[in-house]
């Protein structure tokens, strides 16, 4: 049988007041640049499963379950607002969005990132 992505990664926690957020994260050691994943309403982080698999021996990987999303759940009060919880699992000064939808873009200005990202990858994807 063979081992998935999400298996390799390290899976992590975010514990808030309204509830935890769970998130992956792969280290390369020989990179310094981090690929963050974001998925839309209604997925979760299995929808980058073949991305993550591609970019894993090449780039620092992070992926998460935003609130009441996937794992993520149960989540009190979900709101838009869910970009702060996102800063508080960033720590990286190199920092690539990837999103299948518009909220790469709002997610970095929310986050008062805009200074701190190189470009922006908006992909279309189909399973």
């Known amino acids: 049988m063979e081992t998935s992505i999400f298996e ?3 899976e992590k926690q975010l ?6 957020v769970f998130y ?4 390369c050691s020989d990179a ?19 991305q993550l698999s591609h970019y894993r021996s090449r780039v620092n990987l992070l ?3 935003a609130p ?6 149960p989540y009190k009060e979900f709101s838009y607002d869910a970009a702060k919880v996102l800063k ?17 873009p709002v997610t970095a200005w929310n986050l008062n990132l805009i ?13």
């Open 8 to 10: 390799m990664m390290q």
């Open 24 to 27: 992956w994260y792969s280290k």
């Open 32 to 50: 310094d640049t981090t690929l963050v994943f974001l998925h839309g309403l209604t997925a979760d982080h299995t929808l980058f499963e073949k």
């Open 88 to 104: 508080e699992i960033l720590d990286q000064e190199y920092i690539i969005f990837i999103s299948y939808d518009a909220i790469t």
């Open 63 to 65: 992926c998460w379950d």
């Open 68 to 73: 009441a999303h996937g794992k993520s759940r």
């Open 15 to 20: 514990v808030t007041k309204r509830g935890t």
């Open 115 to 127: 200074a701190q990202i190189h470009f922006v990858v908006l992909q279309q994807l189909y399973r």
